[in-house]
Structure formats: C-alpha cells, structure tokens
C-alpha cells in the first residue's frame, strides 16, 4: 500500500483568565475567539488541521490537570494509566500564555520541573521550589516539546510576526501547566506546544488574532 499523505492534526486550544498584574488577558479573548475568527477571516487553515476544542481556565495550577483530563479524555492522575495514542490522527496541545512584559510573541521550547511562584495564583497557592512531579527527579528538570519550534518561528517572522524563541517558561502556572502537558502529551503520543504572547496594549487584538491563525497553519505545515 502507498502513502496516504500526512495525518490529519487535531489542536487542543487553551488559554487563561486574569491573574495578578494582568486584569485582562489576551489569550482569554484569543482563544474564546478563535474558532470565529476563523471563519470570519475567510482563508481556510490547511488540509487536515482542525480545531478539537478551545478552553480557557482560571489561572491557578489546580486548573491545570482537569484541563488535560477534558481534553485528553484520561484521568487527571498523572499516575494513571494511558492508553496507547490512535495512528488515525495526530493530536497537539496548543497553550497560550500572557506575558505582561513582553513586546513580541513567544515561542517556549521546553518546562522545568518547578513550581515556584512569584506572586499566589487565583487561589492563593504560592509554591517554593517545589517538583512538579516529584518522580521525574529534581527541580532542575526540563521536558521539550517535540514541535518542529525552528520551523515554525521561521514560518511566522516570514508572515511579518516579531516572534522569539525561550527556554524559559515563567515559573508560574504557565510552566506548571506547560510541564504538565509535555509530560501528559510523551505517554499519549501527542504533541504540546506553550506560546506566551504580550498584552493587547503592545501588540493590538487583530495582530494577535491573525498570529494565532497563523500559528496553526505553521502547525499543520510542520507536522
């Protein structure tokens, strides 16, 4: 039997709510609109890329594993057993982040396994140095996505985005949930990819929408 093409991605979008500092969070408005926008900006995404489900949550670490339960289907118990991922299709974690100091859009190559926070989340807890998952060893731990990160930062500064690449996830509940994910995504199968980007006030609603489109179509080209 000859190829049949590449798999068809399915993308799991999340993003979050206010959090200490940042009264407005843009990946609240971007992935609540992203479906729509889609659709309203009139150009297809690729073949075979498709959007499986968009969630924002509050922005407390213990938000962060009933996330991965809904949208994985599995128990939230990183313990748990998973099952073996499906060959009839690829699946990839989409998050997004805000970054209340950034000035251009980026793209987190890996987590630590650490949670330390500098300010409480949205429910008070404030964590020192503590492992994520303690069985993964010490603090100084990191996961790393498996996207193809290069290509797809060189896809989007050629559709005009000012976009870099970091290894350095913020050690607050981005990088819990982003540690998390790697984790979840390695047993499934899948793939995880966390992207931080700058508040509405540097870099305006529109630009952003389009850049998040624009992040899937690299995501597709670069399966």
């Known amino acids: 039997m000859g190829s049949e093409g590449p798999l068809p991605v399915r993308v799991h979008v999340s993003g979050f709510k206010k959090f200490h500092g940042v009264p407005n969070n843009p990946t609240d408005t971007i992935v609540s609109n992203l479906t729509e926008y889609i659709k309203r900006r009139g150009l297809p995404l690729p073949g075979g890329i498709a ?4 969630n924002v949550i509050e922005a407390a670490g213990e938000a962060a594993l009933p996330l991965l339960d809904l949208i994985a ?10 099952a073996d991922s499906s060959p009839a299709d ?7 982040g805000a970054n209340g100091g950034a000035s251009k859009f980026i793209i987190e190559s890996q987590a630590v396994n650490e949670a330390t926070f500098r300010s409480p989340d949205e429910r008070g807890w404030q964590p020192q140095q503590l492992p994520i998952v303690p069985e993964d060893g010490g603090i100084s731990h990191t996961r790393q996505s498996t996207c193809s990160i290069e290509t797809i930062a060189k896809y989007l500064k050629n559709r005009g985005f000012d976009v870099a690449i970091s290894d350095d996830a913020d050690q607050f509940v981005c990088n819990y949930l982003y540690y998390h994910s790697l984790r ?10 966390f992207v931080h980007v700058p508040l509405f006030s ?11 489109a624009s992040l ?3 995501l597709a080209l670069t399966r």
Request: negative net charge.
């Open 51 to 54: 959007i499986a489900s968009c």
């Open 73 to 82: 289907g599995e128990p939230a118990d990183p313990e748990a057993p998973f």
């Open 90 to 96: 690829q699946v990839v974690w989409l998050h997004f």
């Open 184 to 193: 979840l995504a390695s047993l499934k199968g899948y793939k995880s990819l």
């Open 202 to 212: 540097r870099i305006d609603e529109d630009t952003q929408m389009e850049f998040a």
């Open 216 to 218: 899937l179509e690299a």
